[in-house]
């Protein structure tokens, strides 16, 4: 593992980069003067605080964002990060404790609010400061209606103190990034770096698991002779598949954390020069490998966030020639990781997130429409139907679930948002466990009204409607669903819901009670 990816996974608590990050951290960490454009949600800050961490001195960091730099600061050092900020909105006693650190020399990251740049200029000499990160860049642009007087200043203090700069926007249009480098980087010609992180040329296509083993066997039968990656969730399984891809004729080897380097760098080599070898891997495989025509990546078992999914699937085709994935999820997989998530040692907000980056990936794996422009749409790019992934092949079946979503709104409402899905299911089909009996929610109006559909069907329909974000696991209360905005014009029954067919496996017309 680099120590970029180590440090992003035992500092920041985050198991991929996203689009671009990677690259941009890499820039910026060697000094390079860099301009960054990704949309917003896309993760900029990642991309100044690891280049931090890997970095001698202070990073002074100029953002407008006052309550945004505050929340940095304090998830920064939760993260046991020496991190500061000088605003107009600290109490005296913050503004001295942050220039005792720096005094201590002991501060990694200075939040500094453009107006006191024109006052800060002599004392940041003396600071140490050996990066300048600009957050919303483009309010150095005259022409913006974000426009700053204060981030003027900015490329003369650069100048002053003789240290790269990184800057970040969301704003991509060509007058105001070229006026970004016109007044943050006179004299320099910054890389930049300009979102379009879709990669086209690599199908998508999810499949839930029915016969596991049967279904990466055919999908690696299909491209015989081809070079592949087939992920597993563990050790144990990278053994067993690859011995019966082997045993259908395939070149195969193992490869995961617990062999030996050497074993593992002769893995390495062996993928890089022979043509047609699937490699059954953990995660651990792929970082240093740099291999242009792995023409597939399947998935045996869902990834841990979409960040990962979108890091595995995009090690195949990076010549650009046309490359084919899968990705396997079941139920096992979804209670796997949500139990990993929960047993953990991360608090209570990183383990929240965590759950998010899942459902954000269920979401996908159950998706109603193209999974690029859902895939895509979460990173933060617009883009339409993409004509390369298998639900604009063959868009899915759906039906009319607004009577079955509306009785599950219901029983998370009438239970009080604190139940997971297991209770709902249990009062939906009017099963009388001590649980139930215990809390009076046998005599519920919603006790039994969903009998029409079985246990598996309803796991189905709330793993879809959590999907669609219309319920959501609050971590304040273990777990327990909660509804969403977005779900109380479809309670009220203002709102038609449809759901995937397949998933729920229903037949044309499920016969339910109404409400
Ligand atoms: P921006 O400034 O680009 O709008 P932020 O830096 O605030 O975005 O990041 C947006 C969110 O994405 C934050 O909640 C952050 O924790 C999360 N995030 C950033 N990088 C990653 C990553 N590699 N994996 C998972 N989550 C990430
Ligand atoms: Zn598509």
């Known amino acids: 593992m680099t120590r970029s990816q ?77 991190a500061g900020a000088l605003t107009s909105g600290n109490t005296e006693d913050e503004t001295r404790e942050v220039f005792a650190a720096i005094e201590a020399g002991k501060l990694k990251l200075l939040y500094l609010a453009p107006e ?34 204060d981030y003027l200043r ?43 992180f879709d990669r086209p040329n690599i199908h998508l296509a999810f499949q839930a698991k029915d016969k596991p083993r049967a279904q990466i066997l055919s999908f690696a039968a299909a491209r015989r002779g081809q070079c592949g990656i087939v992920y597993c969730g563990t050790r144990a399984k990278t053994e067993t598949l690859a011995a019966a891809l082997s045993g259908d004729g395939h070149l195969t080897c193992a490869y995961h954390g617990g062999m030996g380097a050497e074993q593992r760098r002769d893995v390495e080599a062996r993928f890089s020069r022979e043509d047609g070898l699937i490699v059954c891997a953990t995660v651990a495989f792929g970082m240093g490998v740099d291999k242009p025509d792995i023409r597939w990546v399947a998935h045996a078992d869902l990834p841990k966030s979409i960040e990962g999914y979108y890091q595995e699937i995009g ?31 991360a608090p209570l907000g990183r383990k929240q997130a965590d759950h998010g980056r899942l459902n954000a990936l269920l979401g996908l794996a159950e998706a109603q429409g193209c999974r690029r422009q859902k895939l895509l749409a979460y990173f933060g790019e617009d883009a339409g139907p993409c004509g ?34 297991g ?33 598996r069907q309803w796991q189905g329909i709330i793993r879809q409607m959590m999907g669609l974000d219309l319920l959501r696991p609050d971590p304040e209360r273990r777990g327990g669903l ?27 017309r499920p016969r339910v009670r109404a409400l």
């Open 6 to 82: 180590d440090l992003l996974r035992s500092v920041f608590g985050f198991d991929a980069f996203r689009p671009g990050q990677a690259e941009i951290v890499e820039a910026v960490t060697a000094g390079e003067p860099v301009l960054a454009i990704l949309p917003t949600g896309g993760g900029k800050s990642l991309c100044y605080q690891l280049p931090t961490l890997m970095r001698d001195g202070l990073t002074l960091v100029v953002s407008p964002l006052i309550a945004l730099m505050r929340d940095q600061v304090r998830a920064l050092r939760e993260a046991g990060v020496a």
């Open 116 to 149: 006191r740049l024109g006052s800060a200029e002599r004392f940041l000499r003396r600071a140490g400061v050996g990066l300048i990160a600009v957050d919303e860049a483009h309010c150095v642009s005259q022409w913006g209606h974000d426009f700053r007087p």
């Open 154 to 196: 900015i490329g003369e203090l650069r100048r002053a103190l003789g240290v790269p700069l990184a800057a970040f926007t969301a704003t991509a249009d060509e007058e105001t990034r070229g006026e970004i480098v016109t007044r943050l980087f006179p004299g320099l010609e910054p890389r930049l770096f300009l979102g379009g």
């Open 315 to 345: 090690r195949a085709g990076r010549d650009g020639g046309p490359a084919e994935t899968l990705t396997l999820y079941g139920p096992d997989d979804i209670r796997l990781r949500r139990s990993q998530i929960d047993e953990g040692l």
């Open 388 to 421: 390369n992934c298998d639900l604009c092949d063959t868009p899915p079946e759906t039906f009319d679930a607004t009577e079955p979503v509306r009785m599950a709104l219901s029983a998370a409402l009438r239970t009080g948002e604190s139940f997971g899905a």
């Open 423 to 455: 209770h709902l299911i249990d009062i939906l089909i009017g099963k009388t466990t001590d649980k139930v009996r215990d809390r009076g929610h046998d005599s519920l109006p919603t006790f039994g009204v969903g009998r029409a559909y079985n246990a």
């Open 482 to 508: 909660r509804l969403t905005e977005i779900a109380r014009p479809v309670l009220l029954g203002e709102e038609p819901m449809r759901l995937r067919k397949d998933v729920v496996q229903v037949s044309d």
